[in-house]
């Protein structure tokens, strides 16, 4: 396999440099030429990664990996930084562009993180490439809020010592630190408590890089967002990063599966009826947005838990669309150094409100859009794997999700913005038709449309983790 491939992760890198140095040589009224290179770049690391990373091999001996699924993760990661740079450009047009301009480069290492975990053959490199990913979100989010970015820096200091203790112990019982390695060594016979240990941790750390979004909404004032680049760095790209991790991890522990799929299948149930509860009561549509993300890790997880190879082509799926919806929708649902009032939103940038439910349908598993297509995959899969207590679960969880995201419908075209409602006279601003907040959405219908040879991708993906 020639070194080419690896033409995406340089680019990847080169541009979160490049843009590191636009951001220190160019003044505050040109950080639109920021945004617009991290555009071009992402696009450039896309279109490369479908060419080149097509070839199938290893390098530096078998040190580093491409396969169907590195390709398919790869391009989900990559596609998610492009709908989060189309939506910092929207974030830019309504006054946050100082702090996303400098959060850009950090967003692209967060997607080169995923790429090295994708193509990791060892335990080693899903850990360097989860904690780059863990270290350049948390950087993102402190850029805007220096103590949100601290209290999420010694929660993830713990997350990985969690992991790295996990495979640690992994590695002393099979001997090897290779994944191939590790698949030989741990057969049925092997199951015991220290692993079954190993494997709670190994878990409990990953889970704890996906609660990173949901504690930065319960710690951070909500009057005073973070940056739309570090709320989506934070609550979508490390979310792939760390079902990146979890997928190649249990595909080297399929043998003993009896060992996490129970503890896995709880975490799913959890993360699907906490998602949906908390979205409920939220009004807030960021941190709305954030609650419909871990309802959607919830059915990810759940299509982990099958351990069979068409159950992770249906968590791919939901992976997929997740990345697309959830990238964008933080700079959507902020405006400045406030969150609009949805009515008055719909009056004034009628597109960006129309983008923004959306993806929030989306989100929330709407019918037909990208969202219920992953969790309709995931739900057949757990009706053919006599799992109907999780599928019961989970759909409770949508039907609440759904719930919340009808309100905000009804909040946005039926309600009146917050100055009428006062009785205040008020200038109206004029209405901009900016497409660019619709480009998210774009996608996300887009999905829906090839969602038989994405599925088809995904299958692919799961039969080179070598599932049964």
Known sequence: ??????VPEVVVVGAALA????????PARRRLWIHLLALVAAVAALALELWLGAAVGTLFAG?????????????????????????????????????????????FLVVFGGMVAASATSLVGLWVGLELAALAAVGAVGLSSREAGTRLLLLSGVAAALVAAGFAILYAMAGSASLAGLAAALRPGSLSVPLALAVLLTLAGIVVRLALAPVLLITTDAGRPVSAVG?????????????????????????VNVAWAPWLAVL?????????????TTRSPRALAAWLVVTQAGWIAAGFATHDRRGSAAALLVL??????????????????????????????????????VLLLSLAGAPPLAGFVGEFAVAAELVRSSSAW????????????????????RLTYLGNPVEERRGARVRRAPRSWSPVSLAPAVLVLLFVV????ISGLAMQGAEALRLP
């Open 63 to 107: 040190g580093w990996g491409q396969d169907r699924f590195a390709l398919f993760a790869k391009a989900a990661l990559l596609l998610g930084l492009i709908v989060l740079v189309a939506g910092s450009l929207e974030a830019n047009a309504s006054g946050e562009s100082g702090e996303d301009a400098g959060s850009l480069p950090l967003a």
């Open 450 to 453: 090839l969602a038989n040879p």
């Open 320 to 357: 997929a669309a997740l990345l697309l919806a959830a990238a964008a929708a933080p700079a959507l649902a902020v405006g400045g150094e406030r969150e609009p009032d949805l009515a008055t939103l719909r009056q004034t940038e009628p597109v960006r409100a129309f983008g923004l439910v």
């Open 231 to 255: 709320a989506g760095a934070l609550g979508a790209l490390l979310l792939g990063v760390a079902a990146v991790v979890i997928a190649k991890v249990l595909s080297g522990l399929d043998a």
């Open 1 to 6: 396999m020639r070194t080419t491939a690896l």
């Open 390 to 409: 999780l599928l019961a679960v989970g759909l409770l969880g949508s039907l609440l999700a759904l719930v919340a995201v009808v309100r905000v419908l």
């Open 268 to 280: 799913a149930a959890t993360a699907m009826i906490l998602g949906g509860l908390r979205a409920v």
């Open 19 to 26: 843009l590191l140095a636009a951001g220190r040589l160019l």
